[in-house]
């Protein structure tokens, strides 16, 4: 367990003897979301525990047990599933469907602007979860892009009905504007009032950030952009990005009227629309149970196709069928509307007075009233708390090991910069102890990937550059291994293990096997042989009595100590044979005379054994064999001939 789980106290816990929670994975305004263990059933689920200080409100908790009696309706593929709902001591929870994956906020921080194809695959399962919900007579009223979820098998759902209410009671005062701003219905301004196309408006909304990459209101204040939502209209999405196809510019206009009367009545309607477009532009959505994420998957399609004569349904005139009506005598309708509506607008603003009290109990008392964690990464620990006690914030210090932070450094806070805290709330700082240590066992006698794996579980970096020896070792085993610190210093021998620290350096020297045996070989197989080993020769001659002439007596030593290395010169000796002398000329010799000469020059001499009593002085050597001056190996026997000199 690592040291920022261990600063929630719920790590760990057995919630209501059956769920155990591992691990936070997500923490809102309200509620904190685990992934925890479903010990009855086996299986791994997402638990979501209302924040301590909001347990006691009962306004709350009566949301709270609404979002799983709302969602617990629902059967849809598209929609998060919830299990189960309860309450253990002081700990209101729901359990719902754990979903591995992003959501659709983190999608469109990391690509800003979606593909076609992204938007309607989004769409498309966005629009199928909220029409079976609208069917159910439930109104979302949260929908935004943090309430989508993108799996990592492809599953796209739409999750957190907390502020889902029943059509019937559609009914809102201030303090139940809890819908993110951005995504606020016009009626829900002036009136308090929401039903299924308030949903549709925030689809409106969504769809035109997902294809500009940006929300179409914009302020400082919640305030104004409130006002733009109550007195504008949203723009084309093809002002900002052209290559938005005509059939999506006017799904987004018709979603986001300002009367609801102009929506479509409910998400069915909408994505009756959305997959007559589906057809016309020859995209079809990603099948849920595609294992390519989201984030991966690029605009390939024909975008270029003409829009067909939009249809438009005259609720009076023409109940059901729909009339065909050209682009230009609907924009005229839509003027002649949008006229009409301005004797309203001072209506608005006196209403939009009444909304400035809900804003006040939003930033007053309500989740506006959070404070956003600083950043404190790089800070000493004394500096960090200090930053954190000036927010209100309770620090709590932690260590962590890192690789990129100096010691005594600030890495990150829990919950991270940025996230919006009450007051009071213990915020752990992490704070760098350096590389982690290692302790690395024996690298000798491992196969290159087998050390190279090693070292990487332990966050070693392996050098590319091996140094490669040929040694009575198999060719691909390490054979000596040394460690360069990257704090700097010394390499530190490592072939038998040693103590390191995480992201160093292991430099390691490979054999390449043995080099072939040459000696008597001819020279010539003998440079080929060591030629294939990268391995250069040059040839020393030698005579030799016991090798035959031409081939290989013995190779000469490495001209630095250490192993045969590609690259490298070895001397080959190579035999000349045997040396040959000139045998002296002995005739008219005495016998002793002519046997001594022999012996001096290296031969050994040979004659009758009838001379050798004969008086020494009475012989005369007449001739020999081999002949004098004949050229032969040293100790070759040479005869001669005696005659008598009386």
Known sequence: MTTNQQADALIGRLVDGRYRVRARIARGGMATVYVATDLRLERRIALKVMHGHLSDDAVFQSRFIQEARAAARLADPHVVNVFDQGQDGELAYLVMEYL????????????????????????????????????????????????????????????????????????????????????????????????????????????????????????????????????????????????????????????????????????????????????????????????????????????????????????????????????????????????????????????????????????????????????????????????????????????????????????????GEGAREDKGTEVTVFVSTGPAPRTIETLNGKTVNEAKAYLDELGLTTSDDMLMLYSDAENDVVINASITPRAGGDNVACGDGCEVHEADTANLTVSLGGLPDVVGKTASEAANLLGEKQIKTTTVEEYSNDVEEGRVIRTGERSEPGNWRPGDTMALVVSLGPQLFEVPDVKGMTRDEAAQTLRDAGFEPTWSALWTPFPNDFTEVTGMDPAAGSMQRAGTQVNFNIRSSL
Not at 158 to 176: K, M, S
Not at 224 to 251: W, Y
Request: proline content about 8%; aromatic content about 4%.
């Open 100 to 415: 591995p994956g992003i959501t659709l906020r983190e999608l469109l921080r990391e690509q800003k602007r979606l593909t076609i194809p992204q938007t309607i695959s989004i769409m498309d399962a966005i629009l199928s979860g909220l029409a079976a919900a609208h069917k159910a007579g439930i109104v979302h009223r949260d929908v935004k892009p943090e309430n989508v979820l993108l799996a990592e098998d492809g599953r796209i759902k739409i999750g957190d009905f907390g502020l889902a209410r029943a059509t019937t009671a559609n009914t809102a005062t201030g303090q139940q504007l809890l819908g993110t701003i951005a995504y606020l219905a016009p009626e829900l301004v002036t009136r308090g009032t929401a039903d299924a196309r308030s949903d549709i408006y925030a689809l409106g909304i969504m769809l035109y950030e997902m294809l500009v990459g940006e929300q179409p209101y914009k302020g400082e204040q919640p305030m104004q952009i409130a006002f733009q939502h109550a007195t504008e209209s949203v723009p084309r999405p093809s002002v900002r990005n052209p290559g938005v196809p005509e059939q999506l510019d006017e799904l987004v206009l018709w979603s986001t009227e300002k009367s609801p009367d102009e929506r479509p009545d409910d998400a069915q309607q909408m994505l009756d629309r959305l997959r007559e477009i589906e057809r016309d532009l020859g995209i079809s959505p990603a099948p849920a149970a595609n294992t390519t994420p989201l984030r991966t998957q690029r605009d390939s399609g024909d975008l270029t196709k003409v829009m067909p004569s939009t249809m438009v349904i005259d609720p009076v005139t023409s109940p059901v069928a729909a009339q065909p009506v050209d682009n230009a005598t609907l924009l005229r309708r839509r003027t002649s509307k949008r006229r009409a509506r301005g004797a309203f607008l001072l209506a608005l603003v006196m209403l939009l007075a009444v909304l400035a009290g809900g804003v006040g109990w939003w930033f007053g008392s309500g989740p506006g009233s959070l404070i956003a964690v600083p950043s404190v990464a790089g800070m000493t620990y004394e500096k960090a708390a200090g930053a954190l006690e000036a927010e209100g914030f309770v620090p709590v210090q932690a260590d962590e090991s890192s690789i990129d932070v100096d010691p005594g450094l600030a890495i990150r806070t829990d919950p």
